[in-house]
Nanobody, 120 residues
């Protein structure tokens, strides 16, 4: 099982980015795909998750600015980041689980992470 995250980069505050996570196989094999982020010197926190049926959940880190989605085939999961702020600077990870959980211990497969840097 492989997850490949991409789409990070350096942007100015207020700009947008779309992160992608390509799943070997598809999301239907797992049930749940989560996006996490880890800011410098901080713990890794959940941002959002999407179930294979399409239902989504957002933490306070993401509400009103970030959107998680997937393609119809379930092979790619996206995290659209909008109105980015410097405090959104972090490495963003995608992860797969069979449980709709915010606990990272429930996610057994992880992508390598993609760095998002937001400057003011």
């Amino acid at each position: 099982v492989q997850l490949q995250a991409s789409g990070g980069g350096s942007v100015q505050a207020g700009e947008s980015l779309r992160l992608s996570c390509t799943v070997s196989g598809n999301i239907f094999s797992f049930g749940v795909m989560g996006w996490y982020r880890q800011a410098p010197g901080k713990e890794r926190d959940m941002v959002a998750l999407i179930k294979s049926v399409g239902r989504t959940y957002y933490t306070d880190l993401a509400k009103d600015r970030f959107t998680v989605s997937r393609d119809a085939a379930g092979t790619t999961v996206y995290l659209q980041l909008a109105s980015l702020k410097p405090e959104d600077t972090a490495v963003y990870y995608c992860a797969a689980s069979n449980i709709a959980s915010i606990n990272e211990d429930d996610y057994h497969y992880w992508g390598q992470g993609t760095l998002v840097t937001v400057s003011s």
